[in-house]
């Protein structure tokens, strides 16, 4: 099945959509505070995208570009996107939704880097994802996982 993924704006149908997401947490709550205080324009972008099962946020992703400075994974350095709070309501798992927030962000072309919760290691090995050998100092406890497209 084809899903549309949506850039999504900071407003708040938006946000009150993400309170239904357990990992609703800070990211949010200062957008809110950006929004209220005017700090942010009303429909500003977010770095979440999503996808609507009608009217109702079903799931959804926060995407970051990280520049090649930064990057302390991979030689030579290179840009690569941070993909977090991948999420997808209960009743809508297992229905390729998943699938298709990872596949659009892959679509950028660009390495990927998450880190995998306990239980989703599975889902994301399907995707295509590996492990980087762990380095403690730089890991501090997270399991970071990366993709690559062939052209890199
Ligand atoms: C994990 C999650 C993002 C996957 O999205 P989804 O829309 O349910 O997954 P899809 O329907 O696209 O499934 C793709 C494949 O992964 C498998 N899969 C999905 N969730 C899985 C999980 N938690 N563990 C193992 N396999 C999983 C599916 O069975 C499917 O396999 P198949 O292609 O062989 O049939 C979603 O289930 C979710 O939000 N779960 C709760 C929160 C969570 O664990 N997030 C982790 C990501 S940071």
Redesign the pocket.
């Given at each position: 099945m084809d899903f549309k993924v949506e850039k999504l704006k900071v407003n708040y149908k938006t946000l009150e959509e993400f309170k239904r997401f357990?990992?609703y947490g800070l990211q949010e709550l200062s957008m809110l505070e950006d929004l209220e205080a005017n700090i942010i324009d009303n429909d500003s972008e977010s770095p979440f995208y999503g996808i609507y099962f009608g009217d109702t946020l079903v799931?959804r992703m926060s995407l970051y570009k990280v520049d090649a400075k930064f990057n302390h994974y991979f030689e030579p350095p290179h840009d690569f996107l941070e993909l977090?709070?991948?999420?997808?309501?209960?009743d809508?798992?297992?229905?390729?939704?998943?699938?298709?927030?990872?596949d659009y962000a892959k679509g950028k072309n660009l390495p990927i880097r998450?880190?995998?919760?306990m239980?989703?290691?599975?889902?994301?090995e399907?995707?295509g994802f590996t492990s980087v050998q762990y380095d403690m100092a730089r890991d501090r406890g997270e399991n970071p996982l990366f993709w690559f497209p062939e052209t890199i």
């Open positions: 357990k990992e799931a977090w709070k991948l999420e997808v309501l209960p809508y798992q297992g229905k390729g939704y998943g699938t298709a927030l990872v998450t880190n995998a919760r239980r989703s290691k599975e889902f994301w399907k995707m």
